[in-house]
């Protein structure tokens, strides 16, 4: 599995931006998709994850980003969003994306990350 994420920049507190993560590869064997982000000095922690099971899909945010982070999934286009509405300066951080996957031959999970994509809040 290839990750590929997008739409970092440049912004300013207040502002909305989407990211993208573009999935390639096995993408049938993804079972959980999520965002990290990792701020200059601090641990990558998570922020955001999509699990699919069946027909049904659950979402869980970290509790300092709930009410403001939204993530989403087009299966069609195996690409997985992050919207960020009200950015603040403290989500200055690298994103990226992570999958994990299900081997039903091996019966083990992996884990892939993207490059990440820079998001710099300016107050």
């Known amino acids: 599995v290839q990750l590929v994420e997008s739409g970092g920049g440049l912004v300013q507190a207040g502002d909305s931006l989407r990211l993208s993560c573009a999935a390639s590869?096995?993408?049938?064997?993804?079972?959980?998709m999520g965002w990290y982000r990792q701020a200059p000095g601090k641990q990558r922690e998570l922020v955001a994850r999509i699990i699919s099971g069946g027909d049904n899909t659950n979402y869980a945010y970290a509790d300092s980003v709930k009410d403001r982070f939204t993530a989403s999934r087009d299966n069609a286009k195996n690409t997985m969003y992050l919207l960020i509405n009200s950015l603040k300066p403290e989500d200055t951080a690298v994103y990226y994306c992570?999958?994990?996957?299900?081997?039903?031959?091996?019966?083990?999970?992996?884990?892939?990350w993207g490059q990440g994509t820079q998001v710099t809040v300016s107050s």
């Open positions: 590869g096995s993408t049938f064997s993804i079972s959980a």
């Open positions: 992570h999958a994990k996957t299900y081997d039903f031959l091996t019966r083990g999970t992996y884990d892939y």
